[in-house]
Nanobody, 121 residues
Framework: QVQLVESGGGLVQPGGSLRLSCAAS????????MGWYRQAPGKQRELVAS???????NYADPVKGRFTISRDNANYAVNLQMNSLKPEDTAIYYC???????????????WGQGAQVTVSS
């Protein structure tokens, strides 16, 4: 079994900051890309940011310059530092990881349970 457990999130005023963390546990041989997605009410889930095992990052245009993704390969963890938050950042944020459970297995997509981020005055 593999689990992704998220922490962080909450309510913050516009212009504020929040940090999301996600740690994977269980039968893990290798983790490829890790990332964060978000889903606002009435909208489709969208990629926010991703980071490869080598540390290469990718950001959605709306969050460039405000959000920073980082990962800790030794602890199977990924973080998202969110600064200068805007009301339009309000959404449920999901951690995602492409995980290979054993040497012979193909990698699969795993998701966290979701963390609510609300930006409001």
């Amino acid at each position: 079994q593999v689990q992704l457990v998220e922490s962080g999130g909450g309510l913050v005023q516009p212009g504020g900051s929040l940090r999301l963390s996600c740690a994977a546990s269980g039968n893990i041989f290798l983790i490829y890309d890790m990332g964060w997605y978000r889903q606002a009410p009435g909208k489709q889930r969208e990629l926010v940011a991703s980071v490869s095992r080598a540390g290469d990052t990718n950001y959605a245009d709306p969050v460039k310059g405000r959000f920073t993704i980082s990962r800790d390969n030794a602890n199977y963890a990924v973080n998202l530092q969110m600064n200068s938050l805007k009301p339009e950042d309000t959404a449920i944020y999901y951690c995602n990881a492409q995980i290979k459970r054993t040497f012979i297995d193909r990698s699969g997509d795993y998701w966290g349970q979701g963390a609510q981020v609300t930006v409001s005055s």
